[in-house]
């Protein structure tokens, strides 16, 4: 299962991408996402760094510690969430940046808990983060 949400942001791709790769400040674009923090010596990005990540959907609530897997200044920011990768590609567009998050379930367990109407949320999910990213990059 896979879904994305593409957004134009009126700011340079360096710019946002530095805000999204910042992941200590997460929690104030995603509706799930509550905190990051970098964790085994990470304190930026770069691949094979580990952040964790704490969430909270109505009750339930989950705690994650991804991986980066790509890391490519003012282009591509993935990290593998434990079977589900996550990925944000920033383009050059119009003066600013079109900014794609997307997720891709890659492990058997992660599809167990991703049926139809919770790839609905993340999508929903999703587009809530790119408008709070935009609000913040445009400030």
């Known amino acids: 299962m896979e879904g994305q949400v593409t957004i134009h942001i009126n700011a340079a791709p360096e710019a946002v991408y530095a805000l ?3 992941v200590t400040r ?28 704490t969430n909270k959907m109505g009750p339930f609530k989950w705690s994650t510690t991804p991986t980066i897997t790509e890391c490519v200044a003012g282009k591509l920011f993935a990290f593998d969430a434990g079977g589900t990768i996550w990925t944000y ?12 998050e997307s997720f891709r379930v890659e492990s058997t367990i992660s599809k167990l808990y991703t049926l139809p109407p919770r790839r609905n ?4 999910g999703m587009q809530h983060t790119l408008e709070r990213l935009k609000s913040a990059a445009e400030a």
Do not use: H, L, Y
């Not at 590609?89 to 794609?100: C, D, I, P, R």
């Not at 949320?121 to 929903?124: D, R, S, T």
């Open 20 to 22: 999204v790769t910042d």
């Open 26 to 53: 997460m929690g104030e674009w995603s509706p799930e996402t509550k905190s990051c923090e970098w964790v085994d010596g990470a304190n930026g990005p770069a691949v094979g760094a580990k952040f964790r990540g």
């Open 89 to 100: 590609s920033f383009t050059e567009s119009n003066g600013g940046t079109s900014v794609t």
């Open 121 to 124: 949320q993340m999508i929903k």
